[in-house]
Every structure is written in structure tokens, then in C-alpha cells.
């Protein structure tokens, strides 16, 4: 069993900067690729960024390209979100998520093993 738990989210500017966090714990967090997603209101929820174990492979939504970077930190079990040039379309709950199989195959969200509970952020225009 593996608990994740998200933190950083907040109230923000548009063209501003959050960095989310996650912690996890329980089973050793270097097996798991980890991978972030997000649900804005009214909208199914949507593959954000992945990253596999070691740190050495990073997937992105199209349209975070460029803004937003994840990163891990094995000896800390914790895996980021810097999220820079904040848009208002940025605004959902931001959910973490670890998966035992492939970091490629979490953008497809199917089956993925465990999930936090979710952190809202909020960007104004």
C-alpha cells in the first residue's frame, strides 16, 4: 500500500508560478513511476506529466509544454510539479498519482495503482 500526499496548490496570478508536491509512503517509491493529472470543473480529468523511476524520462501534456517541469527525488519519496507561466486554464484540482507499470502507460490512466487526494489551484486572470 502507498499513500500519496499532494501539497502547494493554491491561489495564483495568471503569468505566476505554484510548485506542487507529493510525498509518498509506504512501499519503496523508487519502483514507481509517478505522473500528475488534473480536473477542472465541469471536465473529465486529464494526463498532465509523467516521469519514470529514475527521473531520466518526462512526458507532458501538449499544452504545458514549456511551462511546466516534474521532477523527483528518490531519497525524499517526493515528486514536483513547477508549474511557471500560469494560465486561468490552469485552474483544477491536481491530483498525483504512482503506478507500478511503464510511466508511458499512465497517460492512458487506466488502471493506475494508487492516487493522493488532490490539491486545488486556482490561477486569476
Known amino acids: 500500500q502507498v499513500q500519496l500526499v499532494e501539497s502547494g496548490g493554491g491561489l495564483a496570478q495568471a503569468g505566476g508560478s505554484l510548485r506542487l508536491s507529493c510525498v509518498a509512503s509506504?512501499?519503496?517509491?523508487?519502483?514507481?513511476?509517478m505522473g500528475w493529472f488534473r480536473q477542472a470543473p465541469g471536465k473529465e480529468r486529464e494526463f498532465v506529466a509523467t516521469?519514470?523511476?529514475?527521473?531520466?524520462?518526462?512526458d507532458y501534456v501538449d499544452s504545458v509544454k514549456g511551462r511546466f517541469t516534474i521532477s523527483r527525488d528518490n531519497s525524499k519519496n517526493t515528486v514536483y510539479l513547477q508549474m511557471n507561466s500560469l494560465k486561468p486554464e490552469d485552474t483544477a484540482v491536481y491530483y498525483c498519482?504512482?503506478?507500478?507499470?511503464?510511466?508511458?502507460?499512465?497517460?492512458?490512466?487506466?488502471?493506475?495503482?494508487?492516487w493522493g487526494q488532490g490539491t486545488q489551484v486556482t490561477v486569476s486572470s
Open positions: 498519482a504512482a503506478d507500478l507499470g511503464a510511466a508511458g502507460n499512465m497517460r492512458q490512466q487506466r488502471n493506475i495503482d494508487y
Open positions: 509506504g512501499r519503496t517509491f523508487s519502483v514507481y513511476a
Open positions: 516521469i519514470s523511476r529514475s527521473g531520466t524520462s518526462t
